[in-house]
C-alpha cells in the first residue's frame, strides 16, 4: 500500500499538468490481429509498432494492459500463392481491416479497410512487405484513429456519472484501488474530469486515513504483546509504513518516542525516516500517470476471447 500512496501521489501531480495539455490522456490497446489461425508474430509486432506511433501522433497512449478500448483487425486474402522457380517467392494480395472498440460494451467506433501487395521469400516476409505500404501518417489511418478518439470522447462525455459512482461504491467499500482506477480513468479532455479528480484526491486521503489506523493498531499490538526490544522492533515495522500526512500521523509519533524512551534506542529515526526518504525517492521514478489504476486494470480477470466479437462481425 505504501507504494500505491507514493504513485498517486505522483499520478495527481501528472494528471493535473495533463489537463493543461492539448492532447488527451486516452488510453487503447492493441490486440493482435487475426488471419486464420494463426498471424506470424513478427506481422503483429509490425502492425503494433505502426500502430503506436500513429496513435501517439493523435495524443493517444497504447496501453501495455487489457485496455477498455482497443484496436483490432484481420486479414482478408484475396491472393496468396506461391511462385515457383529458382528464388521461391509468396504473393500476397490482402486486405487489412482494422477496428477501434469498446470491449466492455461489445461496440465497434470505428473501422477501416486497407488492400496491400507484398512478394517475399516467406508468409511473414511477404505480408510485413505488404505492411510497409502504411505509414503512421498515412491519411485513411490518422482519419481512422480520429474517429475513434471523438468517439471514445463522446463516450466520456456521456457516461462520466457512471465511473464517478462506481468510484463512490468502491470508495465506501474501501476498495481503495479500485475506486482509484474508476475515478482516473475519465480523461481530462472530457467532461467530469474536475469532478472525478477531486474525488480520486479524497479517496487517496481516505485510503492514507485507513491504512494508517490499521498499521497504528497493528503496531500498538505487537508493543503491548512483547515491550522490549524485539517486541519495539515490530511494531516499528508498521509505524515505518504510516504516511506521514495521515491523520493518525502524530499518534504514531507518540507511540513511536514512548518506545523510543523504553528500550533507550532511537527507532523513529532509524526505521520511520528511512521510510520518508524511500517515498521521496519513488516519486521521483514515477513517470506515468495512471499507475494505480493501471495495477488495478492489469489485476481484472482476462475474458478469453474478448475481441472476437470484432473480428467476425463482418464475415
Known amino acids: 500500500m505504501k507504494i500505491l500512496k507514493s504513485l498517486f501521489t505522483a499520478a495527481m501531480l501528472c494528471l493535473a499538468a495533463s489537463a493543461q495539455a492539448q492532447d488527451c490522456d486516452l488510453e487503447i490497446s492493441i490486440a493482435n490481429i487475426t488471419k486464420g489461425d494463426v498471424v506470424p508474430e513478427a506481422v503483429n509486432s509490425r502492425l503494433e509498432a505502426k500502430l503506436t506511433r ?10 501495455p494492459y487489457d485496455a ?17 522457380g529458382p528464388s521461391q517467392k509468396v504473393v500476397v494480395k490482402t486486405t487489412l481491416t482494422l477496428y477501434i472498440g469498446d470491449a466492455d460494451n461489445q461496440k465497434v467506433f470505428a473501422s477501416e479497410s486497407f488492400d496491400l501487395k507484398g512478394v517475399g521469400g516467406s508468409d511473414e516476409q511477404a505480408y510485413t512487405r505488404a505492411l510497409n505500404q502504411i505509414s503512421a501518417t498515412n491519411t485513411k489511418l490518422v482519419d481512422f484513429i480520429r474517429k475513434g478518439k471523438d468517439k471514445i470522447i463522446d463516450y466520456f462525455d456521456t457516461n462520466y456519472a457512471t465511473y464517478i459512482n462506481n468510484a463512490r461504491k468502491a470508495m465506501a467499500a474501501r476498495d481503495y484501488d479500485q475506486a482509484l482506477f474508476y475515478a482516473s480513468s475519465i480523461p481530462s479532455c472530457c467532461r467530469g474530469y474536475a469532478e472525478a479528480n477531486a474525488l480520486a484526491m479524497k479517496i487517496y486521503s481516505d485510503n492514507t486515513n485507513y491504512m ?8 500498538k499490538a505487537a508493543w503491548a504483546a512483547d515491550p522490549t526490544e524485539a517486541g519495539a522492533r515490530e511494531a516499528h515495522k508498521y509505524l515505518s509504513q504510516i504516511d506521514p500526512s495521515a491523520s493518525c500521523s502524530s499518534a504514531a509519533n507518540s507511540l513511536s518516542s514512548q518506545i523510543s524512551k523504553t528500550t533507550q534506542k532511537q527507532w523513529e529515526f532509524e526505521n520511520i525516516q528511512k521510510h520518508n526518504d524511500a517515498i521521496a525517492l519513488e516519486k521521483q521514478r514515477i513517470n506515468a500517470a495512471k499507475e494505480v ?23
Not at 477498455?68 to 515457383?84: C, L, P
Not at 489504476?293 to 464475415?315: D, I, M, Q
Open 54 to 63: 500513429a496513435l501517439s501522433k493523435a495524443g493517444i497512449v497504447a496501453a
Open 293 to 315: 489504476a493501471v495495477a488495478w486494470a492489469k489485476s481484472r480477470p482476462k475474458v478469453v476471447n474478448r475481441y472476437h466479437f470484432v473480428t467476425v462481425r463482418r464475415w
Open 68 to 84: 477498455q478500448f482497443f484496436i483490432a483487425g484481420r486479414f482478408d486474402d484475396a491472393y496468396n500463392d506461391i511462385i515457383s
Open 212 to 219: 494508517g489506523e490499521k498499521l497504528l493498531a497493528q503496531a
